[in-house]
C-alpha cells in the first residue's frame, strides 16, 4: 500500500520492538566492557601482587588460556586509541607515549614487561596507519622514531 508515494510501514511494532532491544542489547555491552576493564585491572594487582612475593614468577605460565593475549584490546580500540592521542598531541609523539597513555587509560600495571608488549602493538597499529598515509615520521627522541598527523 502507498499513500502520496511513501510505503506505509506495516508493522511499526516490529520496528519499535527491535529498536528497544537494540538499545537494551547496546546498554548491556556497554556494561560488560565496564566488568571486563574491572576484571582486567583485578588481574593485574593480583600479578603485581605475586610478583611481591616471587620477583621471578612466571605470570604468563599461570594463564588460563595459553593462547589468550595479555592485555587484549577489542578489534579496532587500538587504531582508535592511537589516532585520537595524534589529534589531541600538540607535539610529535613516540609509540613510548602513545604505550604510556595505553597503560594509563585502561589502568594496567606500568611494569617494564607490559611496557614491552604494548609497545610493539603500539608500534605495528603505527605502521599500519602510516602505510594508510595517515601520519609521517618526523625525526626521533633519540630512542624512539617521533610521528605526526599528514597536513
Known amino acids: 500500500m502507498v499513500i502520496y508515494g511513501c510505503a506505509i510501514m506495516e508493522r511499526p511494532n516490529t520496528i519499535s520492538g527491535l529498536q528497544a532491544k537494540r538499545k537494551e542489547l547496546a546498554k548491556l555491552h556497554n556494561e560488560l566492557v ?42 579496532g580500540h587500538m587504531k582508535r586509541f592511537v589516532l585520537g592521542q595524534f589529534r589531541e598531541a600538540s607535539a610529535p609523539l613516540s609509540s613510548r607515549d602513545i604505550t604510556d597513555a595505553w597503560i594509563k587509560d585502561r589502568g594496567l600495571a606500568p ?15 603505527i605502521q599500519t596507519i602510516k602505510k594508510d598515509g595517515v601520519i609521517e615520521e618526523v625525526g626521533s627522541d633519540g630512542e624512539y622514531k617521533l610521528w605526526k598527523i599528514n597536513g
Open 34 to 75: 565496564k566488568e571486563a576493564k574491572k576484571v582486567l585491572c583485578d588481574i593485574d594487582h593480583i600479578d603485581a601482587t605475586i610478583r611481591i612475593f616471587d620477583p621471578n614468577a612466571d605470570i604468563e605460565r599461570i594463564r588460563l588460556n595459553r593462547y589468550a593475549t595479555k592485555h587484549r584490546a577489542p578489534k
Open 111 to 125: 611494569d617494564e614487561s607490559t611496557r614491552v608488549i604494548l609497545r610493539k602493538r603500539v608500534g605495528a597499529c
